[in-house]
Structure formats: structure tokens, C-alpha cells
């Protein structure tokens, strides 16, 4: 796929209802030029797109045309990707996917590791902002330290992902600083459709450290939709984000070929950074 493939790509993605946008798709092609596929008969009835981080790879966006289901297409892609991050040099492959999509994974080998909840929060003109006082806005200067402490909980670098996050909303970047050095950061940016918030981590310690991050962030947003994603057995997570106003929850799996990804140290991550970016 190529950035002129864009207006096609997010026709057969955007048949689902999902609601993607041309920087979405194209921060995909950013951060991984030769990793996203399309299937053309006809005409284009299938898309996958895919992101590698370090020994890790990243199954994104995998849609067919509802017209055509049922014919291999979905597998063909899958598999197809699967060679592609294979070929990078990754030593496991993680999607998160959706009950109806799970069932191809698991074919493929995929295996359940984690339960990740994605929620939809809709902000309105009247939703106070929370307070915050240990936050700071993050700077650019601050992606390295940033990066060693996601790379640690992660497993991988993603200096390049936060990098092209922050720029896209520097203004929604916060960080916290303790005696100890930094502890914690929130990211968030704004879509077509609302904003994205995450990721969103914090070293062990008070609760309430972890909530000032998120209401950070929050205060760089205007109204309309957050999306977020939470791993299910992170509970402080949880209950932060029961006191948002929600509109919108759904269950979803995280699912891993090859290498365990079981991420342990999952009380101090709050919030992953998208499901397509891993």
C-alpha cells in the first residue's frame, strides 16, 4: 500500500463503521512505509495494515469487504502479513482483536494472553475539568527518558510511535516527576472524530499520581469523544476511568504469535496508545 492507495484503503477499512481518517492511516505508512497490504480483484475488497517494533510486530487493521467473506481473503492477507513482520526480524506478532476476528487469528496460532477494554468517553461543554498539580506539560527534549521507561514496560522501543504522537498534540503530552526521576507520562491527540488518549503510564505509588495524569491530559481536550484502551486487570485503571462519563464499552483480546508478550508490570500501565499501533 501507498499513500496514494489512501482514499481506497480507508473505503474498504471504513466499511466497518471504524471511522479511520487519512493521518491515521498514514501514520501507518510513517512508521512502517513497506508493511501495509491491499487485495485487489476486481476491484479492492480487502486491507491490513502493520507496524514493527523492534522484535515486535503489530497486525493493525485487517478488514474484507463484507461482500466477499468467505472466500480466503482474510486469511490470505493475514498470512501474507504475518511473512512480511516475520521477515523484519520480529520474534512475536500481537493483534488486538475483536470477538468476530479472533477465530482467524486463532487459526493462524494467535494466542489469548490478555483482556483489553476498549471505552468510548464523551466529554461534554458542561464535564468539569479535574484539577492536577504534579503533572508538567512534556517536551520534546523529554522523549528519550519517556521512551526507556514504555521501552521497559513494552518490551520494545518505541521511540519512533511516541515521537510522531507528541508532535501530532504536544499540548496533550504530560509528564510526572518524582525525587526519583520521571515516573509517569500521559499522551493524547486529536482525531476527525474525537481524541485518543494513551498511552498512559505510572511507577507504583499513589493512585491518585495516575489520575492527575489523565486529568491532564483531559484538560488539553475539548469536548466530544475519548478513546482509550485499559488492560482489564489493571483495577486502579479501571476505577479511574469509571469516573468518566461513558458512552460506549466493549471487551477485546490481546493476542500473540510466537514469543509471549504478558507484559507483568501491567498495574503501571493505564492506558495503551491505540490498538492499531500496539
Not at 86 to 114: C, M, N
Not at 164 to 172: F, G, S, V, W
Request: with cysteine; charged share 25%; hydrophobic share 40%.
Amino acid at each position: 500500500m501507498e499513500l496514494e492507495d489512501l482514499p481506497i484503503a480507508l473505503d474498504v477499512i471504513n466499511e466497518e463503521g471504524w471511522g479511520y481518517t487519512p493521518p491515521e492511516i498514514e501514520r501507518m505508512l510513517r512508521l512502517e512505509p513497506r508493511g501495509s497490504f491491499l487485495y485487489v480483484g476486481k476491484e479492492p475488497v480487502g486491507a491490513i495494515t502493520t507496524v514493527v517494533h523492534g522484535p515486535i510486530g503489530v497486525i493493525g487493521h485487517l478488514v474484507v469487504s463484507r461482500k466477499v467473506r468467505g472466500h480466503g481473503i482474510g486469511k490470505a492477507l493475514l498470512s501474507h502479513a504475518i511473512e512480511y513482520l516475520r521477515s523484519r526480524g520480529t520474534d512475536s506478532i500481537i493483534v488486538i482483536a475483536t470477538d468476530e476476528g479472533r477465530p482467524l487469528y486463532a487459526k493462524h496460532g494467535f494466542k489469548v494472553e490478555r483482556e483489553i477494554l476498549c471505552k468510548h468517553f464523551m466529554l461534554g461543554a458542561d464535564q468539569p475539568r479535574m484539577p492536577f498539580s504534579k503533572p508538567v506539560p512534556m517536551r520534546k527534549s523529554d522523549l528519550k527518558a519517556v521512551s526507556e521507561i514504555d521501552g521497559e514496560l513494552f518490551g520494545a522501543d518505541r521511540f519512533r510511535l511516541l515521537d510522531i504522537l507528541y508532535d501530532e498534540t504536544p499540548e496533550a503530552c504530560f509528564k510526572l516527576v518524582t525525587d526519583e526521576g520521571l515516573s509517569g507520562f500521559s499522551m493524547g491527540r486529536k482525531t476527525a472524530t474525537g481524541f485518543d488518549f494513551g498511552p498512559w503510564v505510572c511507577r507504583p505509588g499513589s493512585y491518585g499520581d495516575a489520575e492527575e495524569l489523565l486529568n491532564a491530559t483531559l484538560s488539553a481536550f475539548g469536548q466530544g469523544k475519548v478513546y482509550s484502551g485499559f488492560f482489564a486487570d489493571n483495577r486502579a485503571a479501571v476505577r479511574i476511568s469509571e469516573k468518566l462519563p461513558l458512552f460506549k464499552m466493549w471487551s477485546t483480546k490481546l493476542m500473540v504469535l510466537g514469543k509471549s508478550r504478558c507484559y507483568p508490570d501491567t498495574d503501571q500501565i493505564f492506558g495503551i496508545a491505540a490498538f492499531e499501533l500496539g
